[in-house]
């Protein structure tokens, strides 16, 4: 980072993208967890608020959870559905052109 930033600084930017995602990517915690609570987790990466901190101001450590297999699918998923979505959109447009 070339500006010097706080933890409580990171907290507050990570939970502003999750309140506004439009896509389950994100999500964050302070609960005391495990890997098995995030099995079938939609979010790609879960960030464990406890464990953040911010080393010379510089340097950020983020630790997260996730459930490879269904976060991946999750994301796919969206994928998917944006494209399909995009299809229709520019089919309509043409067939009203």
């Known amino acids: 980072m070339q500006a010097a930033i706080s933890t409580k600084q990171i907290i507050e930017k990570l939970q502003s993208i999750e309140k506004a ?4 990517v994100i999500e964050t915690t302070t609960e005391p967890v495990t890997a098995i609570d995030f099995a079938g987790q939609d ?4 960030v464990d608020l406890r464990w953040l901190k911010v080393v010379r101001e510089k340097l950020v450590h983020i630790q997260y959870w ?3 297999e269904w976060g991946y699918s999750s994301r796919v998923v969206d994928a998917v559905a944006h494209l399909a979505n995009q299809y229709l959109h520019n089919t309509t447009t043409e ?3």
């Open 95 to 97: 067939c009203v052109k």
């Open 66 to 68: 996730y459930d490879n």
């Open 43 to 46: 979010h790609s990466a879960i």
């Open 21 to 24: 995602q439009t896509h389950k």
